[in-house]
């Protein structure tokens, strides 16, 4: 049974970099389409990015150009590098095998919930001076 880890999380200060990582036992990541969520106090959780299964990659437009995407097939782990963090990107982020991509990346389905697919524990990021 697929079952995700999240661990990279930390205290930045803006402007700084973080990598992320999502290591995935039980079934291979080439089977399923892929999403980082990320969830901020006070907010709706919503969908950051988001790798297919063939390997194309979509991004919020909030995060394009400052985070990438990646995975590891050989070590079942999925990555996300953030670079030029801002205070907004601070939220607890998890990754999920949900919904395909283009759901999320076309606006048909916002964000999605635990409750629906698999998900990791997450990793706490937070960016402040």
């Known amino acids: 049974q697929l079952h995700f880890v999240e661990s990279g999380g930390g205290l930045v200060q803006p402007g700084g970099s973080l990598r992320l990582s999502c290591a995935a036992s039980?079934?291979?990541?080439?089977?399923?389409?892929i999403t980082w969520f990320r969830k901020a106090p006070g907010k709706e959780r919503e969908w950051v990015t988001c790798t297919t299964s063939h390997g194309t990659t979509y991004y919020k437009d909030s995060v394009q150009g400052r985070f990438t995407i990646a995975r590891d097939i050989a070590e079942s782990t999925l990555y996300l590098e953030m670079n030029n963090l801002y205070a907004e990107d601070t939220a607890l982020y998890h990754c999920?095998?949900?919904?395909?991509?283009?759901?999320?990346?076309?606006?048909?389905?916002?964000?999605?919930?635990?409750?629906?697919?698999?998900w990791g524990q997450g990793t706490q990021v937070t960016v402040s001076s």
């Open positions: 999920a095998a949900a919904r395909a991509c283009w759901s999320y990346y076309s606006g048909e389905v916002p964000s999605d919930d635990p409750d629906f697919g698999v």
């Open positions: 039980g079934a291979t990541l080439e089977n399923y389409d």
